[in-house]
């Protein structure tokens, strides 16, 4: 992989993509460049394109790439490729879900608002379960 390459943004997919996903983006993107009018740049895009369906339709090839994104990733703290001690991103509830339906929800700035009213559903939910549990 080429310095600074992220054949998921050269495809504009989610690194959570599926072969489906990605011939679909890879035929989708390709298409203004297939002309053929020999233009330099049109065809450094087509090889670019190439290289990333290439690399993400293989596992194998995927699987090496998604390696060596996490070791370029710069740390925050050092502790995990995404900057977050461990302990932080095993409770993280907007992390828990990870491409889901949901997903939308969970990003942006009402994402902590959402992992908070979640976690006062879920208490409220057993507070009554045990209260009707202790009472009879």
């Not at 977050?84 to 889901?100: E, K, N, Y």
């Not at 997903?103 to 045990?130: F, I, N």
Request: charged share 30%; no cysteine.
């Amino acid at each position: 992989m080429q310095e600074n390459e992220d054949f998921y943004k050269a495809l504009q997919l989610q690194p959570t993509a599926r072969p489906k996903a990605i011939r679909a983006a890879y035929r989708r993107l390709r298409r203004p460049y297939e002309s053929g009018d020999g233009d330099p740049d049109d065809a450094e895009a087509m090889e670019r394109l190439t290289r990333a369906f290439d690399t993400l339709i293989d596992p194998k090839k995927r699987a090496e790439h998604d390696r060596q994104r996490a070791d370029e990733r710069p740390s925050k703290t050092g502790s995990g490729a995404d900057g977050l001690p461990a302990q932080s991103r095993a409770v993280d509830p907007t992390r828990a879900v990870g491409g889901g339906v949901a997903s939308p929800l969970l990003e942006g700035p009402r994402s902590e608002l959402l992992a908070a009213v979640v976690v006062v559903v879920l208490l409220t939910v057993t507070g009554a379960v045990l209260f009707s549990i202790i009472s009879n």
